[in-house]
């Protein structure tokens, strides 16, 4: 059975006293407050748990799920992504979203019509770049 | 034609504390085993009593840790509590990343708030928990949860399963048709297909797309950015997420949609205006009296200037008559002293000799007299006449000095008389031949107006070409590589070399460089000079519109909106209708204008790219695609069971046309007449809690809870497969 939870209440010095006691007072003058968990009192957690301070992120997590090797029709996290699309891709204007039946050679812009073209030409390079990077086409120099 | 509506972006506001703590954890729930349902998306949170028949609490999924600096205390709120101070508002971070839980540090303080808030007051939780995960969660995720639940708070058992399989059996999906359909997920951060069949979700043929409510947020946010990129205020997050949520929705035929927008006729029907809040200027009122003391001041500086002038002007007039009786009386004196005495008086008083003096009398006389007219207010027109050419036919030699210097002035001022007579003929001359010309254009238009229109036509259209010409010209010009820059380069390197081209050479067939002896060659200057040619311009541009307001009068056909200025003006183009709507017509001083967007091609194109990946440049198959391949992974007959179900759940699927989307790509993927149907969850959000509310009271589902004995034995990534969630690997 697990222990007695320890009161996460702070040890009963006369300063920490008259400071909770300034708080209470200080918390009903200025109206409710939001749940502060930093303070509150549980009594369900068990005091022994000492929470893991590091902690990875999903990219570090597929990287050590990958070297686990698994049969093949297994599914996993990365497994059931959805694979590229073997279908032709229809091509959107980049800066207006309308069809676009032109590629400009020079910047790689798709546009819609000779009115943005003209738009196109007066655009500065990372202007350019930002448009391109909307579809994750942009220069990515590492 | 009406204002058009105008939306406006609501902050939301959330009582403090959002939640308080239940009271009737004691009464109701104590020593009870009723199980806890935690649905714990990436967006929000869901948790509460099974037996309740909603969830008690939904709450963002975020944490905020920061200090709150108005009583000085490290805080750590959770939820909607976190955005109430902005501190922690910025503070505010997910446990999750992506749709999997990696921070287990927050979800620690999550499932306190979550028990704390439920009014748990013992030493441990007595009760059994059923819990949501990713599909295909990746091990260490749950190996760290199961830790965190049965070490940290003692749970007896926990049950995981997938959310919207728990949706599914909410809405009675596991019973229709032998439980054999087609689960479409649309989450926070991505949405997945779940086939199912005989009741059990089939993990292998799952397939998840990249794309959810966040992916789109981030989306519009980028693409006002790119629209609007000298728009006042910053977008945040939130705000782009408002647009998302109330002004977005699914094409039915994107396609269709885009010409919709295009065309300005139904334009207005897509088009949505957006205020942005802003503070108008304080613009100081002021009264009428102030108004009027201002204008009383202006008017006592202009009087009191006009007076000055007049009382400057009557000295001059007056000093000017005191010289000229004086200068008048040295003159008669001239009858009066002696030739020498005389003499002596005019170099003493200035002047030179007697013509000198004669002439400044005569200007004296004049400068009064206009003086006098002005006065007088008599317009006088300056009547010159013909000067004095007595000298002028003399020839040189049989003049005197004198006599030399005053035929030299008679020539001068003949000279001047003849050019200004000249040039009054020339005036005239030109002012008849306009008159005779627009006589005879009259006559031409009386006498076969069709034909006189289609010349002016013509006329005009071969001034716009050179317009455009010379704008192409220059635009060529200022590029560096091209063919008209090179020849310009030519001609000067031409023009600066010691040998010419051998061309103008033979041409001469001479020895020295006669470049400049003719007119022509000094052209060559003006075609290299880049200097514009504004005022050719502005001439065309009058020639232009004198013929525009010619056809404007008497062609029917051509209307306003055909001028020149009217189709070349830069509110008349397609990326400012976009922009700045077609109707009130932007006025670039309205600080209200300034603030507001509008959403047109935006609005289908967020929802768009879960058809199409490709928008966005994510490579993966549409929505579409993936569903016929996963309908094809079933044989026939199956196929046909599980396409009757298509199920639809999930906060993102709650955007206005997805479904009716969802059953055009079936009808595009299936052959004729198979008989499917597309069911929507019946609350997209909740459903998930209260499907595995369901399943926790259904005791069938009670042997695939995962004990805390099977914790300790097998470890945390254990779990029973039970068809509502992942299987063990």
Same mark, same amino acid.
């Given at each position: ?142 | ?12 506001? !959330? ?25 714990? &998306? ?23 840790? !920061? ?45 306190? !708030? ?46 995981? &399963? ?153 000295? /001059? ?92 002035? =008679? ?19 030109? /002012? ?28 005009? =259209? ?178 046909? =069971? ?60 009670? =042997?695939?809870?995962?004990?805390? /004995?099977? !914790?300790?034995?097998? &470890? ?8 509502? &969630?992942?299987?063990?690997?």
């Amino acid at each position: 059975a697990p222990k007695k939870s320890s009161s996460k209440k702070s040890n009963n010095s006369p300063i920490t006293k008259a400071k909770q006691q300034s708080n209470v007072v200080e918390e009903e003058l200025l109206g409710p407050s939001p749940l502060n968990l930093s303070t509150i009192h549980k009594p369900f957690k068990n005091s022994n748990y000492k929470t893991p301070k590091k902690s990875k992120n999903l990219k570090q997590i597929l990287a050590a799920e990958r070297t686990q090797e698994l049969a093949l029709d297994v599914p996993t996290y990365q497994n059931i992504e959805c694979p590229p699309s073997v279908l032709p891709q229809k091509k959107y204007c980049d800066v207006t979203g309308l069809e676009a039946k032109y590629t400009d050679p020079k910047t790689g812009l798709r546009y819609h019509n000779s009115e943005i073209y003209q738009f196109i030409r007066t655009l500065s390079v990372p202007n350019v770049q930002a448009y391109l990077a909307s579809r994750n086409a942009a220069v990515v120099l590492k | 034609m009406s204002e058009p509506p105008i939306y406006t972006l609501d902050e939301k506001e !959330y009582d403090t504390p959002y939640y308080s703590i239940r009271t009737d954890y004691e009464d109701s729930f104590s020593n009870t085993k009723t199980p806890i349902v935690i649905d714990n &998306g990436s967006y929000q949170c869901r948790a509460g009593w099974a037996t309740e028949k909603n969830p008690a609490l939904i709450f963002d999924n975020v944490v905020s840790r !920061y200090k709150d600096r108005k009583i000085n205390l490290n805080m750590i709120s959770v939820g909607m509590d976190a955005y109430a101070d902005p501190a922690g508002r910025s503070n505010a971070r997910s446990p999750f990343d992506g749709n999997v839980v990696c921070d287990f540090d927050r979800m620690e303080t999550i499932l306190d !708030y979550i028990f704390t808030t439920l009014g748990i007051n013992t030493s441990s939780i007595d009760h059994p928990l059923v819990m949501t995960e990713a599909v295909c969660v990746p091990q260490y995720s749950r190996k760290h949860m199961d830790e965190l639940l049965f070490e940290c708070y003692n749970v007896p058992s926990v049950m995981f &399963g997938i959310d919207s399989l728990f949706g599914y059996y909410a809405n009675g999906g596991l019973h229709d048709d032998d439980g054999s359909g087609v689960v479409i997920s649309a989450g926070h951060t991505a949405t997945h297909i779940i086939p199912t069949l005989h009741g059990k979700g089939l993990l292998e043929r799952t397939k998840r797309l990249s794309y959810g409510g966040t992916q789109a947020t981030d989306y519009m946010l980028k693409l006002m950015q790119l629209k609007y990129p000298t728009f006042p205020t910053k977008m945040t997050n939130s705000q782009a997420q408002e647009l998302v949520h109330n002004h977005v929705h699914i094409a039915d035929d994107y396609q269709e949609g885009l010409k919709m927008i295009e065309n300005r006729d139904t334009f207005d029907n897509v088009d949505r205006i957006i205020q942005f809040p802003y503070t108008a200027p304080v613009i100081e009122e002021k009264t009428e009296e102030e108004l009027a003391r201002q204008a009383a001041k202006k008017e006592e500086n202009a009087r009191r200037l006009r007076e000055a002038a007049a009382k400057s002007r009557l000295e /001059k007039l007056v000093k000017r008559e005191e010289e000229y009786e004086a200068f008048t009386e040295l003159k008669n004196a001239k009858a009066i002293s002696t030739k020498k005495d005389w003499i002596a008086r005019l170099k003493a008083t200035g002047f030179k000799d007697e013509a000198d003096l004669d002439d400044t009398i005569k200007q004296l006389d004049s400068a009064i007299q206009r003086a006098r007219n002005k006065e007088l207010g008599i317009d006088e027109h300056e009547e010159k006449e013909p000067p004095i050419t007595t000298l002028v036919d003399i020839p040189d030699d049989q003049l005197n000095e004198a006599e030399k210097k005053e035929k030299r002035k =008679q020539k001068l001022m003949k000279a001047n008389y003849d050019a200004r007579q000249r040039a009054k003929k020339a005036k005239e001359e030109a /002012k008849a031949r306009e008159e005779e010309q627009e006589r005879l254009e009259e006559e031409n238009r009386l006498r076969d107006p069709e034909k006189w229109v289609a010349e002016v036509k013509e006329k005009r =259209q071969a001034v716009v070409d050179r317009i455009k010409q010379r704008k192409r010209l220059t635009m060529e010009l200022s590029d560096r590589r091209s063919r008209a820059s090179q020849l310009r380069m030519r001609s000067i390197a031409n023009l600066a070399s010691d040998t010419p081209s051998p061309k103008r050479q033979r041409r001469r067939k001479e020895e020295e460089d006669t470049f400049g002896a003719d007119d022509e060659d000094w052209m060559i200057y003006r075609e290299i000079s880049r200097e514009d040619e504004s005022d050719e311009e502005e001439e065309d541009l009058s020639i232009l519109n004198h013929y525009e307001s010619l056809l404007l009068q008497y062609d029917p056909d051509f209307l306003p909106e055909h001028a020149y200025e009217a189709t070349s003006s830069p509110t008349n183009t397609l990326m400012h209708m976009l922009a700045r709507g077609k109707y009130p017509p932007y006025d670039p001083t309205d600080i209200g204008q300034m603030h507001q967007l509008h959403v047109n091609v935006e609005r289908i194109r967020v929802g768009e790219v879960l058809f199409q990946p490709s928008i966005i440049g994510l490579d993966q198959a549409g929505l579409t695609e993936t569903m016929n391949d996963i309908i094809r992974t079933f044989n026939p007959e199956e196929r046909k =069971q599980a396409v009757k179900t298509v199920f639809i759940t999930g906060g993102f699927s709650s955007l206005p046309g997805f479904s009716s989307r969802i059953s055009s790509s079936l009808q595009e993927i299936l052959p004729v007449g198979t008989l499917y149907s597309v069911k929507r969850a019946a609350n997209p959000l909740l459903d998930a809690w209260r499907g595995a509310a369901m399943v926790a009271q259904n005791a069938h589902y009670n =042997q695939y809870a995962i004990t805390k /004995k099977e !914790y300790e034995e097998f &470890g945390g990534e254990y779990i029973k497969a039970h068809g509502l &969630g992942n299987a063990f690997r």
